[in-house]
């Protein structure tokens, strides 16, 4: 997965903006973003207050993380019952 460039705090701060009345294109041009991205966050992120969106990318990395263990652990359980059929 690719990370982003921006933090939680300037996401919220986006957010923020944008539901306080500054136009979107306005927020979208200050922070160098497309509308496409400003939307995506607010889909992913609407409501949320900087400690969730923290939490939430937190989470993310970790389960991230976890799924590369699951896939070695996985790949090692097939190799050892690989080589018990060949001996």
Do not use: H
């Not at 190799?79 to 060949?86: H, I, Q, T, V």
């Amino acid at each position: 997965m690719k990370s982003s460039r921006y933090t939680a705090e300037q996401v919220a701060f986006a957010m923020r903006q944008a539901e306080s009345g500054t136009p979107v294109p306005e927020v979208c041009r200050k922070m160098e973003i497309s509308e496409q991205t400003y939307y995506r966050w607010r889909k992913e992120y609407g409501g949320m207050r900087v400690e969730q969106a923290k939490r939430l990318q937190e989470l993310e990395k970790e389960n991230t993380r976890l799924k590369k263990v699951a896939d070695i652990s996985l790949d090692n359980a097939i190799l050892k019952e690989a080589a018990r059929g060949n001996f």
